[in-house]
């Protein structure tokens, strides 16, 4: 933060900037922990990289002043203390685990840049009426234990602990033991806490902002989701032996159904996704035809009524796909959240700092599911958004500037100062 010699004298908290220089270095040394193979991160949830990086993170914590907390779902709560007691604190979160082939910046710039946000409170020794909550939340991504934003969604009372604590990685290992392992499963209550307003940095994930060149989305909206996960049975057989007449080939199926979510989503355009990222193969060898396939159906829309259509629609034709296979289909729902609008206030909160701080800016609304999702529900919430480059995330190649990193931890610092109060 830079105001006129480091100090107060003779300057508006609105001239004040965060160190944005400090900011990226504490990126990079982030990302050097669990790193990918390609430049990005490898640092999934409840891994030694996770843990490593919860440590990291909480030596900045401390080395700022902050006290932290850690609830039963691992997530930690770094508290600045305002001066009166009975207000609820601004809490600002995200998260600092990532996708097994992650970008170095999806969750941990939002993470980094409100912890920057607090190193440059301190430099100016802004003190504020409300406290300042720094949350980093656990399994946002749900790449290893689906569904997503899985902590959050406890905290927000949609999922339960021991629904959480139950789910199961590919190697068969529960959510609730790894959290022990890594010696971060704290005490506190989840949900426990109550929180005056929610702000969330994060990069759009897209390609808008950079498309249409402004530095910060101001989100007003988050796409809604449902995870299917599907298991086909088929017969296990010889790929070579076996006449085409005489296969249950679980495999063609699923081709076949993936076709059909393709088109689904394309007839419910515009605000309309669908696609499969993860599938899984058994006994996944060469020349067998596969007995089993499980993979999990990704469909999203802003519109409810679009989500609800575009799900009907699937569950209605994948057992017709199958049966003329003689593939047996079961299909659950292992991750859902509906469309959310975010708080008008806080909205314009973000609207305003960005504007008083001079950065070109645009409503935008959320195609990546966040844990705001989840907060909104409990208290008032919105996100910020800074641009990627290409719009590309979930891919090591994710890029961003530290110009573009540092007007989203300026536009976070003055938002959450409006609902903070300056005193
Ligand atoms: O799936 C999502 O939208 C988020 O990245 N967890
Ligand atoms: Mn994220
Ligand atoms: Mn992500």
Redesign the pocket.
């Known amino acids: 933060m830079t105001g006129e010699n480091g100090s107060l004298a003779g300057e508006t908290v609105a001239n004040f900037r965060v160190d944005g220089a400090r900011l990226w270095d504490s990126l990079m040394e982030m990302a050097r922990i669990g790193p990918g193979i390609a430049g990005g991160n490898n640092r999934q949830t409840l891994t030694d990289a996770d843990a490593q990086g919860r440590a990291l993170f909480q030596t900045w914590c401390e080395a700022a002043g902050l006290t932290m907390g850690v609830d039963q779902m691992g997530t930690m709560f770094a508290t600045r203390p305002g001066e009166d007691p009975d207000a609820l604190p601004v809490y600002i979160g995200s998260h600092l685990d990532t996708?097994p082939t992650g970008g170095k910046y999806?969750g941990v710039l939002g993470v980094l840049g409100r912890l920057e946000v607090i190193r440059s409170l301190n430099d100016l020794g802004i003190r504020t009426k409300h406290p300042i909550v720094l949350t980093n939340w656990t399994n946002?991504?749900?790449?290893r234990f689906a569904p997503?934003?899985l902590a959050s969604g406890v905290f927000a009372g949609v999922l339960d602990l021991d629904y959480a604590y139950a789910r199961q990685d590919l190697e068969g290992l529960t959510f609730g033991d790894e959290l022990a392992r890594i010696g971060w499963r704290g005490d506190e209550p989840v949900g426990a806490r109550k929180m005056h307003a929610c702000y969330e940095l994060h990069i759009e994930?897209g390609p808008i902002l950079e498309a249409e060149g402004r530095d910060i989305g101001v989100v007003t909206h988050g796409q809604g989701?449902w995870w299917l996960e599907f298991t086909l049975t088929g017969r296990e057989a010889h790929t070579g032996s076996t006449p085409m007449d005489m296969r249950v080939n679980a495999g063609l199926a699923m081709a076949r159904i993936l076709e059909m979510v393709q088109e689904v989503a394309i007839a419910h355009q515009p605000g309309a996704v669908g696609g499969v990222g993860q599938m899984k193969f058994s006994p996944n060898s060469r020349n067998v035809l596969p007995g089993k396939v499980i993979f999990t159906v990704?469909i999203?829309s802003p519109e409810q009524a679009k989500l609800d259509a575009m799900r009907a629609a699937i569950e209605t034709r994948a057992p017709g796909i199958c049966a003329e296979l003689g593939v047996d289909c079961d299909i659950e729902a292992v991750g859902h959240f509906d469309p959310v609008t975010f708080t008008p206030e806080l909205v314009e909160n973000v609207r305003q700092a960005a504007g008083e701080l001079g950065y070109s800016h645009m409503d935008i609304i959320s195609?990546?599911?966040?844990d705001a999702c989840w907060t909104a529900r409990v208290a008032p919430t919105t996100m910020i958004f800074c641009p990627c480059k290409d719009g590309l995330?979930?891919n090591e190649a994710e890029d961003i500037t530290p110009e573009w990193a540092r007007a989203g931890a300026d536009v976070l610092m003055h938002a959450v100062l409006k609902s903070a109060v300056v005193l």
């Open positions: 996708q999806d946002e991504e749900g790449a997503a934003m994930q989701l990704d999203r195609g990546a599911g966040h995330s979930h």
